[in-house]
């Protein structure tokens, strides 16, 4: 069974702070998504990374997938009340026989 | 239309009631999705429909029984529910269940209280 485990699992921050979760698992995967959730409502794509390595960003928003596809960091930049959410990462399996493993979440707070 | 709709946004049912959630999309998705998630938690599988045909089925108890009547739409029959199933159910789509770079497409999902 693959497992995402992410931290921290919460984070309280001040606005203009800078901060990284993080989304570790001990399995590869061929891509991995996060998710944004905001309460009372459904998770929202934001990014999906595929290759090895690969940094995308997103405004104030960088991901990166680690080199050998079994990790992957989000990092945000002056963070700002509206980042305020629930940060979820998403892996898919190589065999692409598995629904999306959802790491448990990353619960963010940015106090104005 | 990218987007996936569920209704109603909030239901309260009695524990003898029979309620339906629905879902529905018009991206020409062929898998889709219900997930539970309770308060403070991340989303849990509950069922996956690929090309209209149930293919997995995440040991839900039974007084939970989905339905994909076409390829837009997915409905989740309740019937004698508990107060712990209260939950905050979520319906998504993506292009395939084996399509692993485009991710899924969530719904608001059904606020469900159940007393």
């Known amino acids: 069974t693959q497992l995402l485990e992410q931290s921290p699992q919460f984070l309280s921050i001040q606005e203009g702070e800078n901060l990284t979760v993080y989304c570790n698992s001990s399995s590869v995967f061929s891509s991995l998504q996060w998710y944004r959730q905001e309460p009372g409502e459904g998770p929202v794509l934001l990014v999906t990374v595929v290759t090895g390595g690969e940094v995308k960003k997103l405004k104030r928003l960088t991901f990166q997938f680690g080199d050998a596809r079994k990790d992957s960091s989000l990092h945000i930049t002056a963070a700002q009340p509206g980042d305020t959410g629930l940060y979820l990462c998403a892996g898919a399996d190589n065999s692409g026989n598995t629904p999306l493993v959802f790491g448990k979440g990353t619960r963010l707070s940015v106090i104005a | 239309d990218t987007e996936v709709t569920q209704t109603p946004k909030h239901l309260v049912m009695g524990m003898t009631n029979k309620k339906s959630l629905k879902c529905e999309q018009h991206m020409g998705h062929r898998a889709m999705y219900w997930y539970k998630q309770k308060a403070k938690k991340p989303p849990e599988l509950m069922f996956v429909y690929s090309y209209e045909k149930l293919s997995i089925n995440e040991s839900v108890p039974s007084r939970f029984s989905p339905e994909c009547p076409n390829s837009s739409l997915l409905n989740l029959h309740l019937h004698a529910l508990q107060p712990e199933d209260s939950a905050l159910y979520l319906c998504?789509?993506?292009?395939?269940?084996?399509?692993?770079?485009?991710?899924?497409?969530f719904g608001s999902g059904t606020r469900l209280t159940v007393v």
């Open positions: 998504a789509s993506s292009q395939e269940d084996r399509s692993t770079a485009y991710g899924y497409t």
